[in-house]
């Protein structure tokens, strides 16, 4: 409530505030007003500003009405609780006070109920107050009052208390009108049977007097007598003890009957001790009677269910599990035991019938039909026993034939494992071991055609499930026997193709060593090259011929390879490391072949390069000789000059090519020197030849030095001849222009 006026409060003051901006809104149209009389363009228009300021007008007056309202409706709400409270707590005190009144008398007992009928009449209507409580308390909590959720929650859980505060206490107060209702009735009804009572005890007693001096129940012929006997014993007993209680609760409201002294009270309590023994005795025969009964029932039940039970255990199929073999022939031997043992069971019955029905000679028909009905059980439980040993032998003979011949095909599974994992054996002794495999599994096929025949003997007897459980069972063992078989024939085969295909791999490895071996003498074949570069080619592309064979094995090789590896795992060791070690051997002389061989073909190469180059070399020696020869002729015929310049002319075209000659002996030295490089791979034929062109070519060098020289000396000679010719002739003609100037 403090919340609820506190939000209305603060929505009434925010109210007050929006309703003071009226007038600065008001300001605001005047001078927009007069700045549009004036001319001026509007701005900014209001028309939206006073449609928020309406709204929120609206909205403030919705929200004020609403907490207004609220407010009224929980002063309403406090009201009417507080109303209620103080009619419960008045009314809970009148029904006190009515309560603990008892009335002395029939007729004050009738005027006080009807009085109470009334109040309880004011107490059933004052529900519909509580409901509309109820109403009200809902309206505070309704979702269209704004409240935060946990002040909600918090007011629904007070009134909802409140509520339900009011509605236990209205409770309480109708429980209470109620049971002084019940009070009043029954104080009515205790004066009404006040007398009733006491004339009807009196008239009982007579007759239970009478009824006592009788002879004891200690004797029936049934069960159903005996129950009867006790039952109107019992009937007496308590009529008289509630004839006795009766009177005395009566007499406690009445002056009429004040102690337990008086003579009907006193002859009442005689009658009820010996009525109770004999109510005693009648009960201890019903309780034999009873025992009897119970046992016979107890007997009946177990014969009835022990019937059943061989019915069950006779109409179940043998059973093709040993266990539940086991099970039947150990179920039929312990119902057959408990039938047994219910012969002295029998006999102490027929004792009990004699003794409750006092007669000695008499037969209880029921007792004569169970002896009948065990006899007959023990016959047939017999017979069954003996049919279920049978039944459990003939399971124990087939259940290990089974698993014998399981165990020997596991022992099969295991010794194939070990030969298809076995390398230390050779290839032939694995061969020979599963091919004896191959026999013996071949062999327990007619342990299979032994146990399919034991099977379908014992077939007839057995369940739908167990006839195929058995199909199953021959079937799984066929079915193992058969893939044991053809993986025993596999490995057979596979160690037959392995045995063959290694006789052809060391056929294989043994043609190419041979082929090594012989490729080896043939790129190990000294080849002389030829002096000639189209013959040493010829020998070098015969060569080549050998390195593209020599190539093209490798294809061969590296496929045998891969066949030899793709039979290495099916080998045994030894095998394995024979043919491993040839494979090494072999690719380690065929790389070294390969490289042999590659390397005598560069070598050849280099040769026939050199060979190409040497004579090249040579013919050019041999061609510039020749040029520088002519040249020299041309020197030796010419005619020496008379001048001596001409001759000193003469002199140096002979020295310039005395210095080529010289310059170019190098050349001839370089041409020697491989020459002499390569005369070692040279046949006699190519080395005379050889030698022959490096001795012409030197003699053609000496001879043109030689030439060179003689020329250079002769003009030499003749230069200074001519020098001293001159030296002197040029004397006289200084003597002769002298001798002219003096004359």
Same mark, same amino acid.
């Given at each position: 409530m ?10 009434q003051s925010?109210?007050s505030?929006?309703l003071?901006k ?6 605001l149209k005047q ?11 509007e701005t900014?228009?209001l028309?939206p500003l006073?449609?928020?300021y309406?709204v929120?007008?609206?909205?403030l007056?919705e929200?004020i ?11 309403e ?5 507080q ?6 707590m ?11 009144s ?5 007729e004050s007992?009738?005027q006080?109920?009807?009085? &109470?009928?009334a109040?309880?009449?004011?107490v059933?209507a004052f ?5 509309s409580i109820?109403d009200?308390?809902k ?6 009052v ?5 002040a909600?929650a918090?007011l ?8 339900d505060?009011?509605?236990?206490s209205?409770?309480s107060?109708k ?8 009070h009043?009735?029954a104080a009515?009804?205790?004066?009404e049977q006040?007398?009733?009572s ?8 007579k007759?239970a ?10 004797h029936?012929s ?7 006997v ?8 308590e009529?008289t ?8 609760a009566v ?7 004040t102690?337990?002294?008086t003579p009907l009270?006193g002859?009442?309590?005689e009658v009820?001790e010996?009525m109770q023994?004999r109510?005693?005795?009648a009960s201890?025969l019903v309780?034999e009677?009873?025992g009897?009964?119970?046992t016979?029932?107890k007997? &009946?039940?177990?014969?009835q ?5 061989l019915?069950q ?8 599990s040993?266990?539940?073999a ?5 179920q ?5 035991e ?13 004792q ?6 006092g ?13 009948q ?5 023990c ?6 026993q ?6 459990l032998k ?6 290990d ?5 399981s ?8 010794s194939?494992g070990q ?6 054996t ?5 061969l020979?071991?599963a091919?004896?495999?191959v026999?013996d599994?071949e &062999?327990q ?15 007839t007897t ?10 199953? &069972?021959?079937?799984i063992?066929e079915?193992?026997?058969e893939?044991?078989?053809k993986?025993a024939q596999?490995q057979?085969?596979r160690l ?12 294989q490895?043994?043609g ?11 790129a ?11 013959e ?11 390195c ?6 490798k294809?061969?090789?590296?496929s045998m390879?891969?066949?030899v ?9 030894a095998e394995k490391?024979?043919?491993e070690?040839?494979l ?16 005598r ?10 060979r190409?180059d ?10 510039w000789?020749?040029?520088t020869?002519?040249?020299a002729?041309t ?6 000059a008379l001048?001596p ?7 140096n075209s ?8 010289s ?12 020459a002499?490089n ?6 006699e034929?190519d080395k005379?030849?050889?030698d ?6 030197q ?6 030095q030689?030439q ?13 001849d001519?020098e001293t ?13 002298q001798?002219d100037?003096?004359?």
């Amino acid at each position: 409530m403090g919340e609820t006026k506190s939000q209305l409060e603060k929505y009434q003051s925010l109210q007050s505030e929006v309703l003071q901006k009226k007038s600065t809104l008001d300001d605001l149209k005047q001078q927009s007003a007069q700045l549009q009389e004036r001319g001026g363009q509007e701005t900014t228009s209001l028309a939206p500003l006073e449609r928020r300021y309406t709204v929120i007008i609206t909205r403030l007056e919705e929200i004020i009405t609403m907490f207004v309202k609220v407010t009224t409706t929980h002063k309403e709400y406090q009201g009417k609780v507080q109303e209620a409270e103080k009619w419960l707590m008045l009314m809970s005190n009148k029904l006190m006070s009515e309560g603990s009144s008892q009335p002395g008398s029939l007729e004050s007992a009738q005027q006080e109920t009807q009085q &109470h009928k009334a109040v309880m009449q004011e107490v059933e209507a004052f529900q519909s107050n509580i409901d509309s409580i109820r109403d009200t308390s809902k309206q505070l909590t309704s979702p269209q009052v704004p409240m935060a959720d946990v002040a909600r929650a918090k007011l629904k859980h007070k009134v909802s208390s409140q509520v339900d505060t009011l509605q236990s206490s209205y409770g309480s107060v109708k429980t209470a009108g109620q049971q002084v209702q019940q009070h009043l009735e029954a104080a009515v009804h205790k004066h009404e049977q006040l007398q009733e009572s006491l004339q009807a005890a009196d008239e009982w007693l007579k007759e239970a007097t009478a009824a006592v001096q009788g002879e004891e129940p200690r004797h029936a012929s049934s069960l159903e007598e005996a129950h009867k006997v006790l039952e109107e014993h019992k009937a007496m007993l308590e009529k008289t003890k509630a004839t006795e209680s009766s009177i005395s609760a009566v007499a406690e409201d009445s002056d009429d009957y004040t102690d337990g002294s008086t003579p009907l009270q006193g002859r009442l309590e005689e009658v009820t001790e010996q009525m109770q023994h004999r109510v005693t005795i009648a009960s201890g025969l019903v309780t034999e009677w009873e025992g009897l009964e119970k046992t016979k029932g107890k007997l &009946h039940s177990f014969l009835q269910e022990a019937e059943t039970n061989l019915a069950q255990l006779k109409g179940k199929p043998a059973e093709l599990s040993m266990n539940r073999a086991k099970t039947q022939a150990s179920q039929i031997q312990e119902l057959a035991e408990e039938v047994k043992s219910k012969e002295a069971f029998l006999k102490a019955l027929e004792q009990k019938f004699s003794s409750l029905s006092g007669d000695k000679g008499a037969k209880d028909p029921v007792i004569s039909e169970l002896s009948q009905q065990w006899e007959q059980l023990c016959v047939s439980t017999a017979a069954l026993q003996t049919q279920r040993q049978g039944e459990l032998k003939a399971v124990e003979e087939y259940q290990d034939a089974r698993e014998q011949l399981s165990s020997r095909l596991e022992q099969y599974q295991a010794s194939l494992g070990q030969l298809d994992q076995d390398r230390d054996t050779s290839t032939p002794v694995r061969l020979d071991k599963a091919k004896h495999l191959v026999a013996d599994l071949e &062999h327990q096929k007619v342990t299979i055609e032994e146990l399919r025949t034991r099977g379908k003997v014992m077939q007839t007897t057995l369940t739908v499930s167990d006839q195929k459980l058995l199909q199953d &069972h021959v079937s799984i063992l066929e079915d193992h026997l058969e893939r044991l078989l053809k993986e025993a024939q596999s490995q057979q085969a596979r160690l037959q193709t392995a045995l063959e295909h290694f006789s052809g791999a060391q056929f294989q490895t043994a043609g190419s060593q041979t082929w090594l071996q012989t490729m080896q003498g043939r790129a190990a074949a000294p080849v002389v090259l030829k002096l000639d570069v189209q013959e040493a080619q010829k020998q070098l592309e015969q060569y080549s011929c050998l390195c593209k064979e020599i190539d093209e094995r490798k294809a061969s090789l590296a496929s045998m390879q891969e066949f030899v590896e793709e039979l290495l795992p099916d080998l045994g060791k030894a095998e394995k490391k024979d043919l491993e070690d040839k494979l090494h051997s072999i690719q380690e002389q065929y790389s070294q072949l390969e490289r042999d061989a590659k390397g005598r073909r560069q070598a050849l190469g280099r040769g026939v390069s050199e060979r190409r180059d040497l004579l090249s070399e040579l013919e050019q020696c041999q061609t510039w000789l020749e040029q520088t020869g002519r040249k020299a002729q041309t020197l030796a015929e010419e005619p020496i000059a008379l001048q001596p310049h001409a001759v000193q002319k003469q002199i140096n075209s002979c020295k310039t090519l005395q210095n080529a000659v010289s310059s170019y002996q190098p050349n001839i030295a370089e041409v020697n020197n491989k020459a002499q490089n390569i005369l070692g791979d040279l046949d006699e034929d190519d080395k005379v030849k050889l030698d022959s062109a490096l001795e012409g070519l030197q003699e053609g060098n000496d001879d043109l030095q030689n030439q060179l020289t003689t020329r250079m000396t002769s003009l030499e000679r003749s230069l200074h001849d001519r020098e001293t010719f001159q030296a002197d002739l040029d004397s006289c003609s200084q003597w002769l222009k002298q001798a002219d100037i003096t004359t």
